[in-house]
């Protein structure tokens, strides 16, 4: 069932029911993701290397479903029917996506923020050390 575009509080409501959300490539849902993990709904994701594509990927393995992001369009494929066809599964991942849990990581708001201001810290002292651009790792609590 493909739903059609309504009021916010009316697409909130019906994602309850849902039983997956399939995110788009190459602009990921963002937002939209996030809102229905809040709501328990799995959401099945593409790896992806850039900023648009990485927003549903990032808000799973935020909320420790990191098994729901596909490396290629097979393995989307294969999530996604999972997730229709094996309730053993289904059930798991929803019982992953308790709101306890997502508050605890994915909505933990002053946390993340934390988070944030340690990676632009990070970021400055690179810098100021005179290193070029580069990942790094922010310890998290």
Known sequence: VFASRTRLEAHVARQYLADAFLNTFMYSGFN??????????????WEGRSFATRGAQSALAAAGVEELVASDDAAYRETATRLARDE????????????????????AGERNIRYIERALEGMVQRRRDGEPPGPFTVAVE
């Open 88 to 107: 053993s599964f289904l059930r798991s991942v929803r019982g992953r996506l308790s709101r306890e849990q997502l508050r605890q990581t994915l909505f």
């Open 32 to 45: 939209t993701a996030a809102m229905a993990l809040w709501c328990g709904v799995p959401v099945v994701a």
